[in-house]
């Protein structure tokens, strides 16, 4: 099969870890008979850099007329970056923003796993990582108070900044669907995450899910706060299965399943519409501290890919391949920085890669 693969290498170290995907993702079109036809596309600073601009409407339509859109990371250092000069709706970060609505891409799925072999990685108690975890957030991606109104300006003259945070019930319906709609395919557990005990749009966000949940009786399925929800999470991250939420809520409790699962350098994610498009980029930002060094982690860039493969193109096999070839990358010992064991008698059992080398590894083991 052929397929035309948009591709926002960004900022940072967005750049070096697409290119590692795109390297896997070559071997995979020639193991399989498939071809990839790549069309670059700019978002994020680079995109300012070059037209003023962080997206342009020649880069979404771009987007639209590819069969899924692979990204790295956007943006740069907020403290010393001239693009953060700019006026907010011009900077990075909004370019991202505005491809997720344009698209509508309301559901973004983040799946945070702890590798067998990155126990050593992962900052919790023995006691407390068990046999591991595996859970999906489901984060809805194109409402709340990404895309409230907000406003900054003076009141009875003191600056008085608002933003707003507004869900209607289709929006979380639609979400709550795709949230339940996992689950069936996982074991069959919801944990809705509000703050009903304080918010309108928790409330009507737990009354949809209840609605929703009907329809799915196997479905097991609790409401969480989420001020628990972010300490269960350290406490027992075994209890999740799909962790259902709105957008800055998935935003903050993603950062913190992925320190869980040992590094955010791991953490793949998806983000789709009604439709099989999707774009693709691992959970992490663009590291600017880092970029151009060599020895940022393009897992969750190549575990990205490979969710493309899964769910834009219905490429089981192909997806699993990628997955397993990561799985043994880890157990033949290569670790990039950031999944690198703490302890020093550990570290001697495993050898140190950069990026290029483990996109090189994980080619191997295809
Ligand atoms: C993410 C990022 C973005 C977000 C930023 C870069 C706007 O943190 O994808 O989680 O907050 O959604
Ligand atoms: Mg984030």
Redesign the pocket.
């Known amino acids: 099969m052929s397929y035309k693969i948009g591709v926002i290498r960004g900022d940072g170290i967005g750049p070096e870890i697409v290119t590692e995907a795109v390297k896997v993702l070559d071997a995979i079109a020639e193991k399989y008979g498939h071809t990839f036809n790549y069309e670059e596309i700019l978002m994020g600073g680079c995109s300012i850099d070059a037209t003023g601009v962080p997206l342009t409407e020649e880069a979404i339509a771009q987007a639209k007329s590819s069969d899924a859109v692979l990204m790295g990371s956007?943006?740069g250092n907020t403290a010393t970056s001239p693009w953060y000069k700019l006026a907010p709706e011009l900077r990075p970060?909004a370019g991202?923003?505005k491809i997720r609505k344009a698209l509508n891409l309301f559901a973004n799925l983040r799946p945070a796993y702890l590798y067998e072999e990155l126990k050593a990685a992962c900052p919790l108690r023995d006691d407390i990582i068990g046999d591991g975890f595996d859970m999906m957030i489901m984060r809805e991606?194109t409402g709340g108070l990404?895309f409230g109104e907000r406003s900054t300006k003076e009141v009875d003259g003191v600056m008085t900044a608002c933003d707003t945070l507004t869900y209607n019930e289709d929006e979380i319906r639609r979400i709550a669907k795709r949230g339940f709609d996992i689950a069936m395919k996982r074991r069959k557990k919801v944990t809705s995450v509000d703050k009903a005990n304080v918010l309108d749009s928790s409330r009507l966000w737990r009354k949809v899910v209840e609605e929703v949940a009907k329809d799915y009786p196997e479905v097991t399925y609790e409401h969480m706060l989420v001020d628990n929800a972010a300490m269960q999470l350290v406490k027992d991250p075994k209890q999740f299965d799909v962790i259902l939420t709105e957008?800055m809520f998935g935003?903050i409790l993603?950062?913190e399943a992925s320190m869980v699962t040992g590094s955010i350098g791991m953490l793949s994610?998806a983000s789709l519409n009604e439709t099989k498009f999707g774009l693709y980029?691992p959970?992490g930002?663009s590291a600017p501290d880092i970029a151009g060094k060599g020895i940022a982690n393009p897992i969750a860039t190549i575990l990205s890919a490979a969710m493309m493969l899964r769910y834009s193109f219905d490429l089981d096999a192909e997806a699993d391949a990628i997955e397993n070839a990561v799985k043994q990358v880890l157990k033949d010992g290569y670790r990039t920085i950031d999944i690198m064991p703490q302890e020093d008698d550990k570290k001697g059992q495993v050898t140190q890669v950069g990026t290029v080398q483990m996109g090189d590894l994980i080619v191997e083991r295809l």
Do not use: A, T, V, W
Request: hydrophobic residues 25%; aromatic residues 6%; without cysteine.
């Open positions: 956007i943006g970060e991202l923003l991606l990404y957008n935003d993603s950062d994610s980029e959970s930002g």
